[in-house]
């Protein structure tokens, strides 16, 4: 496995551990490893678009209880 693939590897767990209160996501690389770069980058745009998707969610739900 290249350089590269490892630390896409790394950046995916560390994407899914990024959330509280939720337990820690351990990937096994050799799960993995047969993916592309391409594939795996994928991954990590479709985990940051989610990731930004609650925090406006949660900002709409926040903006609720703003006094005006």
Do not use: C, V
């Not at 940051?48 to 998707?53: F, W, Y």
């Amino acid at each position: 496995m290249t350089q590269r693939k490892e630390q896409l590897i790394t950046d995916i767990q560390n994407l899914l551990n990024n959330y509280e209160g939720i337990r820690p996501t351990s990937i096994n690389p050799d799960l993995l490893e047969f993916m592309d770069e391409e594939t795996l980058i994928s991954i990590i745009d479709s985990l940051l678009d989610q990731k930004e998707d609650n925090k406006e969610a949660d900002t709409e739900w926040l903006e609720k209880f703003k006094t005006k």
